[in-house]
Nanobody, 123 residues
Framework: QVQLVESGGGLVQAGGSLRLSCAAS????????LGWFRQAPGSQRKFVAS????????VYSDSVKGRFTVSRDVAKNTVYLQMNHLKPEDTAVYYC????????????????WGQGTQVTVSS
């Protein structure tokens, strides 16, 4: 079992930055890839970024590539999402996720989810 707790969401103006954190716990968490999805109102949950269990390999969606950076503190079992140059279309609930498989497209079917944190970008 893996537990995920997000923090760091909030309201920011377009062009600004936010950093999300996700603290992961559980006996096997160190073997899981960790990542982020987001869900805007009226839309499906979509993959944002993920990072492998060792923190060396990361994958990004095209919509955030070059603006967002995912990182992982292996010792603390924490994953971060640094979001720069934020746009109003980045507004969504952001979910932390854990998956025992990560491929070139990121995460297809995470095994665990956090409760979500709201990010709102004003224009």
């Amino acid at each position: 079992q893996v537990q995920l707790v997000e923090s760091g969401g909030g309201l920011v103006q377009a062009g600004g930055s936010l950093r999300l954190s996700c603290a992961a716990s559980g006996d096997t968490v160190s073997t899981y890839a960790l990542g982020w999805f987001r869900q805007a109102p009226g839309s499906q949950r979509k993959f944002v970024a993920s990072i492998g269990w060792a923190g060396r390999i990361s994958v990004y969606s095209d919509s955030v590539k070059g603006r967002f950076t995912v990182s992982r503190d292996v010792a603390k079992n924490t994953v971060y999402l640094q979001m720069n140059h934020l746009k109003p279309e980045d507004t969504a609930v952001y979910y932390c996720a854990a998956d025992d498989v990560m491929n070139a497209a990121g995460m297809d079917d995470p095994d665990y989810w956090g409760q979500g944190t709201q990010v709102t970008v004003s224009s």
